[in-house]
């Protein structure tokens, strides 16, 4: 096996004074072995074999250099790998002490990097999840295995947010960590147990509310025969007057169960959402003591919606909201023009929306309801007067969903609820010119035009 070259001390270094020293007392003791009988010949001989191993030692040293340089690059490739990875890394020692950590995991709790080294991880563990930190680290370095847990951190100034945490140990006195933020993972797989239950429950709504639709046709249309038979009998006009509208009422809430199956998909156009807010939400308090207060900016963008299907969302909303309020109160609407980012909540793409909010001042809603209120046929209403079947805003989230925007909400017990629509704005489009502001919008009073 060759005998592996020793690293070339610098020029000029002590070590390589005493190595040039070395070198020529050996070269002596050579000459004083080889006896006075040297001959010109060998000492060129000598010289030539000094030189050769000069030349070998200078490629030594290239070659040292090279691999120095290689070990360099790669030891700087993987710094940059781990410190912009997409997940967070953490090395701990048996005692839960942050040794190394990468950017991701200072951006996760929300601490810059240089002050995460040297303190202990359980400090930003939740208290609840603490014991089981502790036994999850023990585990690590007793059985040598790779262990996994979920835990919920302390960000600085926010919400707890939870995290998958995996372990391995590389020592008995190091393990390396990895950290993944579970928050975007929990809400994909919250809206995708929603998708699928507006799925399943589309196509039963769908045949239903087609085969209802084509029965109250029926139900209208002999209504307005026999008003017209019964022109001179005020009293039987009136009833009747009474049951179409009750027929239009129901044509509409078969709108609203067609919404969830293919037929509901949304006839999009540039639309002015100020005008479109304002009579929505008039509409929906018609007749109650509760009162709606506007801020609508001039500067308000345009959206690329369907104006009915909107307009439906605003009545279902403010609908919601004056239910909250039985005895009276204000519903704030607001719109405003914003400028998402990528990684922002909730989840959509970078670029400009319209964000419109809507608070009540009711009651509000637990954090334990506040997860279901999406979920189809689930309703917070008192069954009484005014009993629902839970669908009105599993309705808005599936047409807010399908115009590629996002509903939130926001509420706490005696605090009242509020209410985000994110809607993308119209990007212009070459061609004719978009309508006008307030053509395309329905009337909502009259609810022949929802359909």
């Known amino acids: 096996m060759k005998k592996q070259s020793q690293p070339i001390a610098p020029e000029g270094s002590p070590e ?30 000598l010289i030539h ?57 200072a951006s996760l709790l929300g601490i810059p990097r240089s002050r995460l080294l040297q303190q202990r991880f359980g400090h930003y563990v939740s208290a609840s999840d603490r014991h089981a930190f502790s036994d999850f680290l023990t585990r690590i370095y007793l059985h040598q295995t790779r262990e996994s847990c979920e835990l919920h951190l302390l960000k600085d100034g926010r919400p707890a947010i939870e995290v998958r945490m995996d372990a391995a140990a590389t020592s008995r006195q190091e393990c390396r960590v990895v950290l993944e933020d579970l928050t975007e993972h929990k809400r994909a797989e919250a809206d995708r147990l929603i998708l699928n239950k507006l799925e399943s429950t589309g196509i039963l709504a769908g045949g239903i509310a087609h085969d209802f639709n084509n029965l109250l046709t029926v139900i209208l249309l002999d209504l307005e025969l026999a008003l ?37 998909a949304p006839v999009r156009q540039p639309v002015h959402l ?23 900016p001039d500067n308000l963008r345009p959206v690329n919606v369907d104006a009915g ?9 403010v609908q919601n909201a004056r239910e909250a309020m039985p005895n009276g109160g204000v519903v704030s609407v607001r719109a405003e023009n914003v400028v998402r980012k990528a990684r922002e909540e909730p989840a959509l793409p970078p670029g400009e929306y319209v964000r419109v909010s809507i608070a009540d001042q009711g009651d509000g ?11 189809p046929y689930f309703s917070t209403k008192v069954k009484g007067s005014q009993k629902g079947m839970g669908l009105g805003l599993t ?20 605090a009242g609820t509020t209410i985000h629509l994110l809607l993308p704005i119209s990007r212009p489009q070459p061609g004719p010119e978009p309508a006008k502001k307030h053509s395309n919008q329905q009337a909502p009073n009259d609810p022949r035009k929802s359909w």
């Open 365 to 375: 809603i637990g954090k334990d309801v506040l997860p279901k209120i999406f979920d």
């Open 49 to 105: 074999e000094l030189q050769v191993h000069q030349i070998e030692l200078e490629m030594q040293k290239d070659e040292l250099q090279q691999a120095r340089n290689e070990l360099e690059a790669g030891l700087e490739k993987y710094r940059d790998l781990y410190d912009f990875a997409p997940v967070g890394y953490l090395t701990l020692d048996c005692e839960g002490t942050i040794q190394e950590a990468n950017l991701a995991a």
């Open 274 to 296: 100020a005008g479109l807010i304002q009579e929505a939400s008039q509409a929906a308090l018609s007749g109650s003591t509760v009162r709606c207060n506007f801020s609508l």
């Open 228 to 264: 017209e038979s019964t022109a001179s009998d005020m009293k039987l006009t009136e009833l009747l007057e009474e049951a179409k509208k009750a027929g239009w009422a129901a044509r509409g809430l078969t709108q609203q169960l067609i919404t969830f199956a293919n037929g509901g």
């Open 395 to 414: 309705i808005c989230h599936s047409i807010v969903r399908k115009h590629n925007g996002a509903i939130t909400v926001k509420s706490e017990i005696g």
């Open 309 to 317: 299907q909107i307009a439906q969302v605003m009545r279902n909303l």
């Open 16 to 45: 390589a004074a005493k190595l040039r020293q070395r070198a020529e007392k050996r070269l002596q003791a050579r000459h004083l072995e080889a006896g006075p009988a040297r001959t010109e010949a060998d000492t060129q001989r």
